[in-house]
């Protein structure tokens, strides 16, 4: 534990090579610098990046979204470069992205606390979104993982004020969306759900793929007090793989250590 | 004029002071990179920062969106020492930005061409905004200027795409809202009128505060056939000051280049 907290720090830039880990790398008329531009988080178990292919087709997708070019190769030899050294048992975060400017950057680090403590279990609170409906529309960007995430901090920022860990997102409905770093799922008389993505503000998980690779996943509608009668719901994200929803408002949801137990197992790649 | 084209770009780094125009400035991991920080964008002529007051008043209301303290001073005595050594007459245009981790910038560039043209017109496209309404939550960040401008920008590039210079959104009820880096004015049977904002994904623009202080401005819903059937209509914004709509989707709107030049006195602040 002790050798992850303070465990290796790394950054790497696209065409560069390997930087200081604090070294200034964005000019300040990078476009990165205006949110302008797209991000992958992975988890690294071992050298391993966890579901690297989905990644980097996710990231592939940002980057057609954005209008800009993306080298496969090139990123899938940076997070090579940048996990060889990684001690061969143990975790850590990589983190890709690329502003329009085309500043690439690769980051490794440890797993923070914060997520560890997650994965047993995280208290929730819910934020109103305002946003009803997303059109099918390039210009807003809904299938890129953006860097743009001012909203999803100060989210985060208002769950921690309210003693909580973690927020989902309601829209302007009534009907929960998505957290701000992860996708929800719930389980409820025996079935698997999570909320419908299209026309939507929820981006598509690589966690949530994998779990309904898996499992049958069916979207649905729900509201909090839906969500609060449920029969146990997990928050997906890469990092965290499926984080139990322990409170939601308050309430106690049910948990159930051996469904949670299976979810992490699909999530992280080890079940 | 080519002077202004190739005229002095400086960087500037709160507590650090100038370093050179394209220096890196931001280690990967700053929140700046991740959107995670506000700005302000102001016109300077000659030697004076148009509005600088209202421009550190809207500064410091983001700060305290995102739970920041700002130094007025500082940042006043940044901009004095940006512009100092500018030439006496022609413009240059003043960025400040700051970021959730605390890297304060501060650049000054030549006015672009973009710019300069757009203060004689502009041809705009309506693009589908999907929000209705935003809560009043201050996790939703609704009064500060953010750097997450991913959406903004890439509106302005479907704009470009389909042969205009700007945008106006448009929300799932069908009315206007703003464009990505202006407010709309329009004229119609003597009155002078701007989308509501309260509640609504519409930033309140300075320039547009100066207007309102000269001009008896009505709030009112707004649907693009109407406003092509205005008998005028501007984007007001620092550094255009108020630019003519000479086309909305392709309709030409009436031009009166008297009322241009009055509302860019007011909003260059040299009327």
């Given at each position: ?210 779990v309904a690779g898996e499992l049958n996943v ?54």
């Amino acid at each position: 534990m002790g050798a992850q907290l303070s465990g290796p720090r790394r950054t790497l830039v696209l065409g560069v090579g390997e930087v200081p880990w604090d070294a200034p790398v964005a000019a300040a008329d990078d476009a990165g610098l205006r949110g302008d531009g797209f991000f992958e988080t992975l988890l690294v178990r071992g050298r391993h990046a966890v579901r690297l292919a989905a990644h980097l087709d996710r990231f592939e997708r940002s980057a057609a979204a954005f209008g800009v070019g993306l080298d496969r190769d090139a990123w899938t030899a940076l997070a090579v470069a940048a996990t060889a050294d990684l001690p061969a048992a143990g975790e850590a975060v990589l983190r890709w992205s690329l502003s329009r400017d085309g500043l690439g950057l690769v980051t490794v680090r440890p797993v923070p606390d914060g997520v560890r403590a997650g994965r047993r279990g995280v208290d929730v609170v819910t934020l109103a979104r305002g946003t009803a409906t997303v059109p099918d529309a390039p210009w807003l960007l809904a299938a890129a993982k953006t860097s743009s995430y001012a909203v999803n901090s100060a989210a985060l920022r208002e769950a921690a004020r309210r003693g909580a860990q973690d927020a989902l997102f309601v829209d302007a409905d009534g009907l929960v969306l998505e957290a701000p770093t992860a996708n929800l799922l719930w389980t409820a008389g025996g079935r698997w759900f999570t909320p419908p993505r299209s026309g939507r503000a929820v981006l598509p998980g690589t966690t949530l793929e994998a779990v309904a690779g898996e499992l049958n996943v069916e979207e649905a509608h729900v509201r909090p007090a839906e969500l609060a009668g449920a029969d146990g719901a997990w928050l997906l994200s890469s990092l965290r793989g499926a984080a139990p929803v322990l409170r939601l408002d308050g309430t106690a949801l049910p948990h159930d250590a051996d469904r949670t137990a299976a979810l992490r197992g699909i999530a992280l790649g080890t079940g």
